[in-house]
Nanobody, 119 residues
């Protein structure tokens, strides 16, 4: 079992930056990849970024590519999403999730952290 706690969201102006955090605890040995998703009211949850827990390629959605960076602090078992040049369309609840194996879905989630970007 893996527990995830997101933090770092807030209210910012367009063009500002935020760093979101996702602290993982419990059976982190079951983590294959970690990902950030986001969801706005009335919309489906959408993929933002993902990275391997240990080593591999980090990928980004086209909507955030070039202005967002996902990385991990291994000593803290925490992954981050650094978001720069924020846009109003980035407004959403951001969740981190766990993918336990290559062929599995993301099946564990945190409580989410709200990001609100005003123009």
């Amino acid at each position: 079992q893996v527990q995830l706690v997101e933090s770092g969201g807030g209210m910012v102006q367009a063009g500002d930056s935020l760093r979101l955090s996702c602290a993982a605890s419990g059976r982190t040995s079951n983590i294959f990849r970690m990902a950030w998703f986001r969801q706005s009211p009335g919309k489906e949850r959408e993929f933002v970024a993902s990275m391997p827990w240990k080593i591999g390629l980090t990928i980004y959605a086209d909507s955030v590519k070039g202005r967002s960076t996902m990385f991990r602090d291994k000593a803290k078992n925490t992954v981050y999403l650094q978001m720069n040049s924020l846009k109003p369309e980035d407004t959403a609840v951001y969740y981190c999730g766990v993918k336990p194996s290559e062929n599995s879905r993301y099946d564990s989630w945190g409580q989410g952290t709200q990001v609100t970007v005003s123009s």
